[in-house]
């Protein structure tokens, strides 16, 4: 159990990391499409 609670803590932290490239990277983008 120990080491399966710990994986799934890595495995959340990596989603938000994922989620803030998401933001930071798709964001961007999305306003740069808006403005041409």
């Known amino acids: ?3 399966y609670s710990k ?5 959340s932290k ?3 990391k994922s ?3 998401f933001i930071l ?3 961007p983008i999305n306003k740069a499409i808006k403005l041409t």
């Not at 994986?7 to 495995?11: P, T």
């Open 7 to 11: 994986s799934m803590r890595i495995e």
């Open 1 to 3: 159990m120990c080491t």
């Open 19 to 21: 989620k803030l490239i």
């Open 14 to 16: 990596g989603d938000l």
């Open 25 to 27: 990277v798709i964001m």
